[in-house]
């Protein structure tokens, strides 16, 4: 049996690899998001730049069209084949998308050609995405002890957001070093091309790590599913659908911070793109920093507590939030920003381990994958879409606190399904007298929710 100091190295390994691959997967897959101002006249000119714009995005909801399907397609290969294969194949689809969006020509030089491709490109970046943080998730559900599983999903949620903030961090460097002529031109390029050596990175560390005990358990006594979708589907549909009740709510609180605010500072506010950028930049660093911190209280009281305590956080404070964004200065609006925030981290961190929780190792990477994307496509890729589309409808700039009041109501209410707690990582711990590769507690307790 491997000494406790080697089991310890291997879970840090592990950890360290599943991060850093949700890091270049979100930075990769939201480059486009920050760039969306600077971009949606190159690809789609015209004389009314909210159209403009809403096209734009529109391009980028189109990527999570393909979240499910890729779930499906790295939930079957790693609920197969291992979690580590998953986890190498959606890092390398990615590295592709981000290449190709990088190259490609605009309208001015391609005509109708240079949408079609922008697409393909979104198209292969979602694909790879709707493997990911299923795939992450679940590797590190599996490998980390069962005292700190709140801890280590935490690192996850925090290699997510620290992609977001990188993004933000490369668009506004580059916008800062170049004209507005140079940005318009060929500076957007420059921050695809930086994803390129975070994914030579990351391919070195996750070609490191070891497949997770507990699928090397399940490997060697051949219980593996051979159909995880059916299997899913006839075991666990009730779990699929608390997976996507809560990732509406996790969706939509989150990609308004990740995708959306920076956009209304521009628009609304009337803020500079470089200001905004920086500040979007500054809020997220501090969303992702306190993710560790929201781990060990997931660990300490509980997924279900937090979770709750993050979307009543989000639902009070939208709206007061976001009335404060404009008209009040840019200090008083990064300040708005930041409590608009505060439900991120809880939010995150709970569902981090609570989603895998749910399911048996025969069918948890598909199970988070599906539930997960579905919701991805119903309140995150759109997300940035719903809220410019509020504003442009009603005249109300306040109107997409709303919806964020609406998605944090709908995962109150799944959460209220879930009957008992489903996990507690100290609690369950000190239950135990098995050894630290047995199957877990709090899957057992999942199991009788």
């Given at each position: 049996?491997?000494?406790?100091?080697?089991?310890?190295?291997?879970?840090?390994?592990?950890?360290?690899?599943?991060?850093?691959?949700?890091?270049?997967?979100?930075?990769?897959?939201?480059?486009?998001?920050?760039?969306?101002?600077?971009?949606?006249?190159l690809?789609?000119?015209?004389?009314?730049?909210?159209?403009?714009?809403?096209?734009?995005?529109?391009?980028?909801?189109?990527?999570?069209?393909?979240?499910?399907?890729?779930?499906?397609?790295?939930?079957?290969?790693?609920?197969?084949?291992?979690?580590?294969?998953?986890?190498?194949?959606?890092?390398?689809?990615?590295?592709?998308?981000?290449?190709?969006?990088?190259?490609?020509?605009?309208?001015?030089?391609?005509g109708?050609?240079?949408?079609?491709?922008l697409?393909?490109?979104?198209?292969?970046?979602?694909?790879?995405?709707?493997?990911?943080?299923?795939?992450?998730?679940?590797y590190?559900?599996?490998?980390?002890?069962?005292?700190?599983?709140?801890?280590?999903?935490?690192?996850?949620?925090?290699?997510?957001?620290?992609?977001?903030?990188?993004?933000?961090?490369?668009?506004?460097?580059?916008?800062?070093?170049?004209?507005?002529?140079?940005?318009?031109?060929?500076?957007?390029?420059?921050?695809?091309?930086?994803?390129?050596?975070?994914?030579?990175?990351?391919?070195?560390?996750?070609?490191?790590?070891?497949?997770?005990?507990?699928?090397?358990?399940?490997?060697?006594?051949?219980?593996?599913?051979?159909a995880?979708?059916?299997e899913?589907?006839?075991?666990?549909?009730?779990?699929v659908?608390?997976?996507?009740?809560?990732?509406?709510?996790?969706?939509?609180?989150?990609?308004?911070?990740?995708?959306?605010?920076?956009?209304?500072?521009?628009?609304?506010?009337?803020?500079?793109?470089?200001?905004?950028?920086?500040?979007?930049?500054?809020?997220?660093?501090?969303?992702a920093?306190s993710?560790?911190?929201s781990?060990?209280?997931?660990?300490?009281?509980?997924?279900?507590?937090?979770?709750?305590?993050?979307?009543?956080?989000?639902?009070?404070?939208?709206?007061?939030?976001?009335?404060?964004?404009?008209?009040?200065?840019?200090?008083?609006?990064?300040?708005?920003?930041?409590?608009?925030?505060?439900?991120?981290?809880?939010i995150?961190?709970?569902?981090?381990?609570?989603?895998?929780?749910?399911?048996?190792?025969?069918?948890?990477?598909?199970?988070?994958?599906?539930?997960?994307?579905?919701?991805?496509?119903?309140?995150?890729?759109?997300?940035?879409?719903?809220?410019?589309?509020?504003?442009?409808?009603?005249?109300?700039?306040?109107?997409?606190?709303?919806?964020?009041?609406?998605?944090?109501?709908?995962?109150?209410?799944?959460?209220?399904?879930?009957?008992?707690?489903?996990?507690?990582?100290?609690?369950?711990?000190?239950?135990?007298?098995?050894?630290?590769?047995?199957?877990?507690?709090?899957?057992?307790?999942?199991?009788?929710?």
């Open positions: 049996m491997a000494s406790p100091r080697t089991i310890d190295r291997t879970r840090r390994r592990g950890v360290i690899a599943a991060a850093a691959g949700t890091i270049v997967e979100y930075y990769d897959l939201t480059v486009y998001a920050y760039l969306a101002v600077v971009v949606s006249p690809f789609f000119p015209g004389d009314d730049p909210t159209a403009s714009l809403l096209a734009s995005l529109a391009v980028f909801a189109s990527a999570y069209l393909m979240r499910p399907i890729g779930g499906l397609f790295f939930g079957r290969l790693g609920d197969r084949h291992g979690r580590k294969r998953a986890l190498v194949v959606s890092v390398v689809l990615m590295g592709i998308g981000t290449a190709l969006m990088a190259l490609l020509p605009t309208y001015e030089t391609a109708v050609l240079a949408p079609a491709l697409v393909v490109a979104r198209l292969v970046q979602g694909f790879s995405a709707g493997g990911e943080l299923g795939g992450a998730l679940t590190v559900y599996e490998t980390v002890g069962p005292k700190r599983k709140g801890l280590g999903a935490s690192f996850v949620a925090l290699g997510s957001n620290s992609g977001f903030a990188l993004a933000a961090v490369a668009v506004a460097t580059t916008s800062a070093l170049t004209s507005t002529e140079q940005m318009t031109s060929w500076g957007w390029r420059i921050p695809f091309l930086l994803g390129l050596p975070l994914l030579l990175i990351c391919l070195w560390l996750r070609s490191r790590i070891e497949d997770t005990p507990e699928f090397e358990r399940s490997a060697a006594r051949d219980d593996i599913s051979k995880p979708l059916s899913l589907m006839r075991s666990h549909p009730r779990q659908l608390q997976v996507f009740g809560l990732g509406v709510a996790q969706n939509a609180t989150g990609y308004m911070v990740l995708t959306y605010v920076g956009i209304h500072l521009v628009r609304e506010g009337g803020f500079s793109q470089t200001a905004v950028t920086w500040t979007a930049a500054l809020v997220i660093v501090l969303v920093l993710m560790p911190v781990g060990l209280l997931v660990d300490r009281f509980g997924s279900k507590k937090i979770l709750l305590a993050g979307l009543v956080a989000s639902a009070v404070l939208a709206y007061p939030a976001m009335s404060m964004m404009s008209g009040h200065g840019l200090v008083v609006a990064a300040i708005a920003f930041g409590f608009f925030a505060v439900g991120t981290p809880l995150q961190t709970s569902t981090a381990p609570l989603f895998p929780s749910l399911f048996t190792s025969r069918v948890r990477l598909t199970g988070v994958a599906l539930g997960f994307n579905i919701a991805t496509i119903a309140t995150g890729g759109t997300a940035a879409y719903i809220a410019t589309w509020l504003i442009d409808r009603t005249g109300n700039a306040v109107s997409p606190a709303f919806f964020v009041i609406g998605a944090a109501l709908v995962g109150l209410v799944t959460l209220a399904t879930i009957r008992q707690e489903t996990y507690r990582g100290a609690k369950y711990a000190a239950a135990e007298s098995i050894d630290v590769e047995a199957d877990d507690l709090d899957t057992v307790k999942a199991r009788q929710g």
